[in-house]
């Protein structure tokens, strides 16, 4: 499986990510049976690189390599210092020559693209960058399509257009559901991912929608989605955001405005009491803890796809 790669979303056309969200739902009904291990990634080592700390991503993906066989080690910030103890591509160029695969959590996207040009016959897989979270996104259509069976229904996102609601918008368009974000103004997906996602769902189907009021994005969602309103790197905008959040937490009086079998979904790690309340991310709506779940599921899912 060298040289293949996971980036973003739309690295794989709607059928290949169908077939991988197909593959997690057998992983997952072959797990719950008690059968969690083949040989698929017998041999192969893939080194985790992260810049940013992580427990869903980091403990699903180690999970996921064991079960299929393979060997994984973990590089932290310090033993790399991506960019600035080395050149971005000279740690690409190492790697190549060492292990099978790279799953990379970082602040800056286009540090991925300087691996695929210097280190062309290393897999790379996105586990997180400022711009986009696709394997968070394989993970939560998992989950939407275990509670409606097909894909045609409406996910609204309620706050900040970042990189989870870029993977999810992109998505939505190339699987053909519909996709409404709520944010304030200054705070939507890049134009470039929102002509993109506008330009797919023409050929697909799909409705994307970008408006101000929460209540209008909710009113005919089947889930509602919603994040942290500051991520990682962006504590110094800690406060600015959250006056700029103010009305678009996801509480009992803005599900009053949906209908009543809409879901509550988050990737996690929640700030209760901001984004989300307690008592909505604890309620029988709630699918975070599916959502974290199927990131195994499709990770190893994405793993199998590849090594193909």
């Known amino acids: 499986m060298r040289g293949k790669y996971y980036i973003s979303v739309l690295d794989l056309g709607k059928e290949e990510t169908l077939e991988v969200l197909e593959i997690a739902r057998h992983y997952k009904v072959e797990r719950k049976a008690g059968k969690r291990k083949n040989e698929i990634l017998n041999g192969k080592i893939w080194a985790i690189l992260f810049e940013k700390p992580s ?61 695929k040009r210097y280190s062309p016959n290393l897999s790379v897989i996105n586990a997180l960058s400022d711009l986009e979270h696709p394997c968070q996104a394989l993970a939560d259509f998992q989950t939407m399509i275990e509670i409606t069976g097909d894909l045609g229904f409406h996910l609204a996102f309620i706050g900040d257009g970042n990189n989870v609601a870029n993977s999810l918008m992109l998505m939505s368009a190339l699987l053909g559901s519909d996709f409404t974000i709520a944010c304030p103004e200054g705070y939507e997906p890049p134009k470039e991912i929102m002509d993109k996602a506008l330009e797919i769902a023409k050929r697909t189907g799909s409705q994307i929608d970008l408006v101000r009021d929460p209540k209008i994005a909710v009113s005919r969602a089947d889930f509602i989605y919603t994040d942290v309103w500051a991520s990682m790197g962006q504590e110094a905008e800690a406060e600015t955001r959250r006056k700029a959040f103010q009305g678009y937490q996801v509480n009992d009086e803005l599900l009053k405005s949906a209908p009543e079998h809409a879901k509550i979904m988050h990737c996690l790690p929640a700030h209760r009491g901001e984004e989300i309340t307690d008592d909505v991310i604890e309620s029988e709506r709630s699918l975070v803890f599916v959502q974290a779940e199927n990131r195994l599921h499709t990770i190893k899912a994405l793993l199998s796809f590849l090594s193909q």
């Open 55 to 115: 427990l869903r991503t980091r403990v699903t993906f180690e999970v996921a390599i064991r079960e299929l066989g393979g060997e994984t080690f973990y590089l932290s910030p310090s033993d790399v210092g991506l960019g600035k103890r080395e050149p971005v591509k000279d740690v690409a160029r190492n790697l190549e020559r060492w292990v099978d695969g790279v799953f990379m959590r970082v602040f800056d996207h286009r540090v991925f693209y300087d691996f």
